[in-house]
């Protein structure tokens, strides 16, 4: 009967030590030292980084590991970066929850995206120099052939 008790007694505290390491086992690196807040950080903004459709993103990464959170702010152009990144940031560490305040803002067209070269001068010259293609002699006249 005392070596069952002694057996019993040494299984439970296996156990519990067990369940008291895979508890604390989330908030560690891979190392097994404890990760801090700064750690959780930049291992997702290094994901980020390493992405490149999010590497140019104007994001913000606060985590705060004793209550394995983090939220992410910022700003992205597309619904799909946005989702992209808050994927990223979940992979970074299990159970992490992300409280996602990244505003979806599609990137402006500045006046050289939808109008040419935004110079007027090279706009001009390159519309004569097409204009000049479709005459035949300069004359003003367009360049169609005679109709029969």
């Known amino acids: 009967m005392k070596r069952f008790s002694w057996v019993l007694l040494v299984l439970l505290t296996v156990g519990v030590g067990l369940f008291v390491a895979g508890c604390s086992s989330d908030r560690m690196g891979n190392d097994g030292a404890r990760m801090s807040s700064t750690d959780l950080e930049d291992m997702i903004e290094g994901k980020f980084k390493s992405d490149p ?3 140019t993103a104007d994001l913000n990464v606060d985590a705060d590991v004793d209550n394995n959170a983090v939220e992410i702010s910022g700003r992205v152009e597309t619904e799909a970066l946005r989702t992209k990144a808050v994927d990223l940031a979940k992979s ?8 996602d305040k990244i505003d979806v803002t599609p990137r402006e067209l500045g006046r050289s ?3 040419g070269t935004g110079d007027r001068d090279t706009d001009l010259n390159n ?18 052939p005679p109709q029969r």
């Open 53 to 55: 459709d999010l590497r």
């Open 92 to 99: 970074a560490h299990p159970g992490l929850i992300v409280t």
């Open 127 to 144: 519309q004569n120099r097409d204009n000049d293609m479709n005459r035949r002699d300069g004359s003003g006249r367009p360049n169609n």
């Open 113 to 115: 995206d939808d109008m």
